[in-house]
């Protein structure tokens, strides 16, 4: 004996092998966000790190440079306040986190 279905069974079961099907391509594309914004905050951190200290780098080159002390001054502060929070910054996160519990 043939069973007939109708259009809300059909859809329920269609929702539901859907969901069965998507939900683990999900997950692994969320692993591989999370692993992509990983890596993407390590490149950030180091390229900061790099460009602030060669900020230091070059004010203390300006600092050579007769008439050009202001500029120097400026990059030299500059390259140090990158410095601290590149360097310092996750020390910071880290200290927020344990204190808060996040």
Same mark, same amino acid.
């Given at each position: 004996?043939?069973?007939? $279905?109708?259009?809300?069974?059909?859809? +329920? +079961?269609?929702?539901?092998?859907?969901? !069965? +099907? !998507?939900?683990?391509?999900?997950?692994?594309?969320?692993?591989?966000?999370?692993?992509?914004?990983?890596?993407?905050?390590?490149?950030?951190?180091?390229?900061?790190?790099?460009? %602030?200290? =060669?900020? /230091? /780098?070059? @004010?203390?080159?300006? $600092?050579?440079?007769?008439?050009?002390?202001?500029?120097?001054?400026?990059?030299?502060?500059?390259?140090?306040? @990158?410095?601290? !929070?590149?360097?310092? @910054?996750? %020390?910071? !996160?880290? =200290?927020?986190?344990?204190?808060? @519990?996040?």
């Amino acid at each position: 004996m043939k069973r007939k $279905y109708n259009i809300t069974e059909v859809s +329920i +079961i269609t929702a539901i092998l859907g969901a !069965l +099907i !998507l939900v683990p391509q999900i997950a692994l594309a969320a692993r591989d966000l999370a692993d992509a914004a990983s890596t993407a905050v390590s490149t950030a951190t180091t390229i900061a790190k790099v460009i %602030s200290t =060669l900020g /230091v /780098v070059a @004010g203390a080159i300006a $600092y050579q440079i007769p008439g050009a002390s202001h500029f120097a001054k400026g990059t030299m502060v500059s390259g140090l306040i @990158g410095m601290a !929070l590149s360097f310092g @910054g996750t %020390s910071i !996160l880290n =200290l927020a986190r344990t204190v808060f @519990g996040a």
